[in-house]
């Protein structure tokens, strides 16, 4: 790979997208926070373990084979849409895997939740209020991951639904993520990380950029923003930053 090396739409850098294989929002959601100049490309990570917990754990496991779906294309960062597996293998294990992608493959891998704890740096940031669309054991492993990333949880909301339905957190609705904001506006917390590659979230950032309480991130939001930085080996600023979660150049997107 050469960072000299561009195609069209991606002057300023193109990213190879790692999805779970049943995930319908990273795509979308990408599209939509992409900005002018940046592109991506995406391959669908592709478990046969039996439960989600197990699957999770194998797309981490996995990743040198799931980046080799990329071939020879001219990436300039690879960006990890998936939450639970960091939560599942754990701060030491993640570092661990960014580290051996650096080395191996010469790329930044951005992972979602390392992308979630940049972006509350940059905003100073140590206490925060969660919005969960997961089942309560996954939500209680995102909550010990983030005090290992030495964040205090002050609040969580949760907006799980079990259901017939194909998965219960791909299958939420676009408002899903907004509701529970006004409990955790005035919780204390510095920061709203509204959790999940899976759950629909930009519908509720647009909507409330100008809400009152703490700014509000997404999983999405972070991994996209850290990503492009990546990409194009920009520095992170908190300017920048806000200018993301105040939806300033991709709300028109937003149908």
Excluded at 47 to 60: F, G, H, I, M
Aim: hydrophobic content about 45%; some cysteine.
């Amino acid at each position: 790979m050469s960072d000299h090396q561009t195609v069209a739409y991606a002057s300023k850098g193109l990213i190879g997208v790692l999805t779970p294989q049943a995930n319908t929002t990273v795509e979308p959601e990408y599209s939509i926070l992409c900005p002018q100049d940046h592109a991506f490309i995406n391959a669908r990570m592709i478990s046969s373990k039996n439960t989600v917990e197990a699957r999770l754990v194998d797309y981490a496991d996995s990743i040198e084979d799931h980046i080799a779906q990329f071939a020879n294309a001219p990436i300039r960062a690879v960006a990890l849409a998936t939450t639970g597996a960091s939560y599942l293998i754990g701060k030491s294990a993640e570092d661990e895997l960014v580290g051996r992608v650096l080395e191996s493959r010469g790329l930044p891998l951005v992972t979602t939740a390392i992308a979630i704890c940049d972006a509350l740096e940059i905003l100073n940031a140590r206490r925060v209020a969660l919005i969960s669309p997961y089942p309560p054991a996954l939500t209680e492993a995102s909550i010990q991951y983030w005090k290992s990333r030495d964040l205090e949880v002050v609040r969580v909301v949760s907006v799980f639904k079990d259901s017939d339905s194909f998965h219960p957190i791909y299958a939420l609705a676009a408002d899903a993520a907004g509701v529970g904001l006004a409990s955790v506006r005035d919780c204390g917390a510095e920061a709203v990380v509204m959790l999940g590659t899976g759950m629909p979230t930009l519908p509720a950032i647009a909507a409330n950029t100008r809400w009152g309480g703490p700014p509000i991130l997404s999983c999405m939001l972070a991994l996209v923003w850290r990503s492009v930085m990546a990409s194009a080996g920009e520095k992170l600023g908190k300017s920048e930053l806000m200018d993301w979660i105040a939806a300033r150049h991709w709300r028109r997107r937003i149908g």
